[in-house]
T-cell receptor, first 114, second 114 residues
C-alpha cells in the first residue's frame, strides 16, 4: 500500500492556460474522488468515480473542469482556460468496500493561477 | 442538504489540557459524521466516524466524539493534549455510508502550547 499519490505537487500557470493533474489511487480501490480546498476552508466535493464511471459531479463545477478515469485506475483532472479563482489545493481520495469506504487522501496538487 | 459549522477557526490549549473542538451539523437525512485531521504537507487522515451505531465514538490517537442528535452536535475531545496533536481538524457530514460525498466544515487549527 503506497497510498494515494498526486502529481504534480505544485503547479503555477498563467490565466487562460490549461492544466492537468494526475491522481493514482490505492491500487485495489474502486472509488476515486476529487475535492478542492481553498485557503481557510474545508475541502469541497467536485466529482467521484466508481471504476471508470463518473457517477456524480458537483453542480458548482464549471464546465471548464473535466475529469476522467479511463481504465478505472488513475484519474486526471483538467482545467481549461484557468482563472485566478481556480487557485486552490486539489485533493484526490480513494476508497473501497474493503476499507468500509474510509477515504484515503493524497497530499494534493497546489494550483496557483497568476 | 447538509452543512457543517465548526465553532472557532483557531483553538489553543496547553500541553496536557483538555482538547475540545466543536462541530454542529445540519442534515435532512440521518447523518454520517466524520472528523479528519490534516498535518502540514500531508493528506487528510480519518480520526473517527459516526455511522448510527454507538453515539460515543472512539478514534485514533486518543480522540473521541459524541453524537448528540438533540443538539445536532458532534464535538471532538481528547483528555490530554500532546504537542503532536497540533494540526488542522475538519468535521464532515455525509448522507450515506457508501459514496463519500462529504460536506466539510471550514476547519479548526489546533495549537498546543508547551
Amino acid at each position: 500500500d503506497t497510498g494515494v499519490s498526486q502529481d504534480p505537487r505544485h503547479k503555477i500557470t498563467k490565466r487562460g492556460q490549461n492544466v492537468t493533474f494526475r491522481c493514482d489511487p490505492i491500487s485495489e480501490h474502486n472509488r476515486l474522488y476529487w475535492y478542492r480546498q481553498t485557503l481557510g476552508q474545508g475541502p469541497e466535493f467536485l466529482t467521484y468515480f466508481q471504476n471508470e464511471a463518473q457517477l456524480e459531479k458537483s453542480r458548482l463545477l464549471s464546465d471548464r473542469f473535466s475529469a476522467e478515469r479511463p481504465k478505472g485506475s488513475f484519474s486526471t483532472l483538467e482545467i481549461q482556460r484557468t482563472e485566478q479563482g481556480d487557485s486552490a489545493m486539489y485533493l484526490c481520495a480513494s476508497s473501497d468496500v474493503s476499507t468500509n469506504e474510509k477515504l484515503f487522501f493524497g497530499s494534493g496538487t497546489q494550483l496557483s493561477v497568476l | 442538504a447538509q452543512s457543517v459549522t465548526q465553532l472557532g477557526s483557531h483553538v489553543s490549549v496547553s500541553e496536557g489540557a483538555l482538547v475540545l473542538l466543536r462541530c454542529n451539523y445540519s442534515s435532512s437525512v440521518p447523518p454520517y459524521l466524520f472528523w479528519y485531521v490534516q498535518y502540514p504537507n500531508q493528506g487528510l487522515q480519518l480520526l473517527l466516524k459516526y455511522t448510527s451505531a454507538a453515539t460515543l465514538v472512539k478514534g485514533i490517537n486518543g480522540f473521541e466524539a459524541e453524537f448528540k442528535k438533540s443538539e445536532t452536535s458532534f464535538h471532538l475531545t481528547k483528555p490530554s493534549a500532546h504537542m503532536s496533536d497540533a494540526a488542522e481538524y475538519f468535521c464532515a457530514v455525509s448522507g450515506n455510508q457508501g459514496a463519500q460525498k462529504l460536506v466539510f466544515g471550514q476547519g479548526t487549527r489546533l495549537t498546543i502550547n508547551p
